[in-house]
């Protein structure tokens, strides 16, 4: 008797609902499914039926690999000259005595605390300053890279880009161009937030809009540098939107396969100019990261990144297609501990990540930012 995928036969076989049928026939072969399937997933698929096709999906391309990284992070400043509403970490510049400025010296001095240390990356974000420059930056870039060539540099979101290529005066490919040659390698996948106009005018009103956004990273892969991308969820959008939203960025993936990954940001309340509208509960989360990896059939890899989902929940996840935990952080991000993230001090050892990974009886590997095995951890040995 045949026994193979047997399980999820099965559930395609006990599901009455014809249209939540065809879609799971079409998973199950391999086929991409359409906007109006992932919107009828979001309406009827309760959680237990998604989260099965992606653990099927997520098995089907990683068996039971899952992914994390050695990284640290650098936020310049969180002085911002733009409103966005969920954001509770940026200071205006009228209030910069609320918030960090680092300099130059400060931020060489966060590079030259991991010298020895086996970290492969420096994700560099923050808010947009109106005196941090491109030259600033390129000159940071630059010293990086000479301090420590080895260390992969992944910075900037579209939206501070956006800004600093503008007040250069260059186009987004002479602006990408230079900071590639300072030693920026890829971008993060920040900013993104919602494509749809309309809920964009409504949570971020005066940042990089969407087509700006998909520029920016249609350029970057055409220069050879990855991306990564986001989406915030879990305020005013529809189910329409995120399909949308994920529709888009899809189809740029069909176009140029530059996207890493994509990472789903659940919007946190505290603190900030949307505060009361709380926030989703864990099943919904569960049920977006499930129909991402549904959707998303050209991303290979879905992050959830634990600082803003807590460690926790970030561990559920892997049940439900995700196959990466983005990395060790040390405690060197302050974005999700100012909206009310459970991790207030957001450290992981390797050796807290490969424990919480092998608990759901996965296997831990070290990556790369380009997604390059490092390291597979077979047995419970240590790490270095
Ligand atoms: O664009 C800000 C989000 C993003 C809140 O590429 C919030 O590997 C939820 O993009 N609730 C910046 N989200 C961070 C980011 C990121 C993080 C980790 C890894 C990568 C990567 C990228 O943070 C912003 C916005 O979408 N954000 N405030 C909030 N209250
Ligand atoms: Fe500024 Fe980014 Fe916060 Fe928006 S999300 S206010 S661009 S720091």
């Not at 009827?44 to 994390?68: C, D």
């Not at 300099?103 to 010298?115: A, G, L, N, P, W």
């Not at 099943?283 to 977006?288: A, G, H, I, K, T």
């Not at 959707?295 to 970030?314: E, H």
């Amino acid at each position: 008797m045949q026994q193979p995928n047997s399980g999820i036969e099965a559930i395609i076989d006990q599901t009455q609902d014809q249209q939540l049928k065809t879609i799971a026939q079409k998973i199950y072969r391999g086929e991409r499914i359409s906007e109006e399937d992932g919107i009828a997933l979001f309406e009827k698929g309760e959680l237990a039926f998604v989260g099965a096709l992606a653990n099927f999906t997520a098995q089907r391309l990683h068996g039971n690999k899952v992914y994390f990284n050695r990284n640290f992070h650098i936020e310049p400043t969180n002085v911002c000259v733009f409103t966005c509403h969920f954001c509770s970490y940026s200071r205006l510049y009228k209030h910069r005595d609320e918030g960090w400025e680092l300099s130059m010296e400060q931020m060489m001095d966060m590079v030259r605390k991991y010298d020895g240390q086996p970290v492969t990356e420096v994700h560099i974000v923050g808010g947009v300053h109106p005196k941090m420059n491109l030259e600033f930056f390129c000159e940071l870039l630059q010293k990086i890279k000479a301090h420590r060539p080895d260390l992969h540099i992944k910075g900037f979101t579209a939206v501070e880009l956006d800004y600093m290529f503008r007040k250069a005066k260059l186009s987004v490919e002479e602006g990408l161009q230079k900071m590639k040659e300072a030693g920026l390698q890829s971008l993060p996948g920040g900013g993104a937030e919602i494509f749809d106009a309309e809920i964009r005018e409504k949570i971020c009103p005066d940042k990089v809009d969407a087509d700006g956004w998909l520029l920016i990273h249609e350029t970057a892969h055409k220069l050879d540098m990855p991306t990564n991308a986001t989406m915030l969820y879990g305020h005013y959008e529809t189910y329409a939107h995120r399909i949308d939203h994920m529709s888009r960025l899809r189809a740029l993936q069909d176009k140029t396969g530059g996207f890493n990954c994509f990472i789903p940001l659940k919007y946190r309340s505290g603190d900030n100019d949307m505060s009361h509208l709380g926030e989703i509960s864990l099943v919904e989360d569960m049920r977006l990261y499930a129909i991402s990896r549904l959707f998303m059939d050209n991303f290979r890899n879905l992050k959830a990144y634990w600082p803003m989902l807590g460690r926790q929940n970030a561990q559920l996840s892997l049940s439900f297609g995700v196959n990466d935990l983005d990395g060790t952080i040390d405690d060197t991000t302050r974005i999700y501990s100012m909206a009310g993230s459970e991790e207030q001090i957001p450290t992981m050892s390797t050796d807290d990540l490969c424990d919480l990974i092998r608990m759901v009886g996965k296997v831990p590997v070290e990556r790369d930012t380009r997604y390059n095995e490092l390291k597979v951890y077979e047995g419970a040995e240590q790490a270095l």
